[in-house]
Nanobody
Framework: QVQLVESGGGLVQAGGSLRLSCAASGSIVGINAMGWYRQAPGKQRELVASITRGGSTNYADSVKGRFTISRDNAKNTIYLQMNNLKPEDTGVYSC??????????WGQGTQVTVSS
């Protein structure tokens, strides 16, 4: 099993910044990628950003240039630095970790609210 603990959500004004963290523990040796999904009310869940074990990153078009995903291998933690936040970034952000043999693991989700 893999446990994911998220932190860093909150309320911020448009144009502000937040940093999300997701710490992984447990049977993490098989994890090949981690990242963040978000879901806004009335919208489909979307992949925001991901990072592979090798450090390759992928971003949703809507966040490119504003969000940066990074990892600290020593701490088994990934971070999502979110700058120039917009009201449309509001949603529940969930961390995931993918194990190609065991499937995906999910964090509890953290609320991000951007006021206009």
């Amino acid at each position: 099993q893999v446990q994911l603990v998220e932190s860093g959500g909150g309320l911020v004004q448009a144009g502000g910044s937040l940093r999300l963290s997701c710490a992984a523990s447990g049977s993490i040796v098989g994890i090949n990628a981690m990242g963040w999904y978000r879901q806004a009310p009335g919208k489909q869940r979307e992949l925001v950003a991901s990072i592979t074990r090798g450090g390759s990153t992928n971003y949703a078009d809507s966040v490119k240039g504003r969000f940066t995903i990074s990892r600290d291998n020593a701490k088994n933690t990934i971070y999502l630095q979110m700058n120039n936040l917009k009201p449309e970034d509001t949603g529940v952000y969930s961390c995931f970790a993918n194990d190609p043999f065991r499937g995906a693991y999910w964090g509890q989700g953290t609320q991000v609210t951007v006021s206009s």
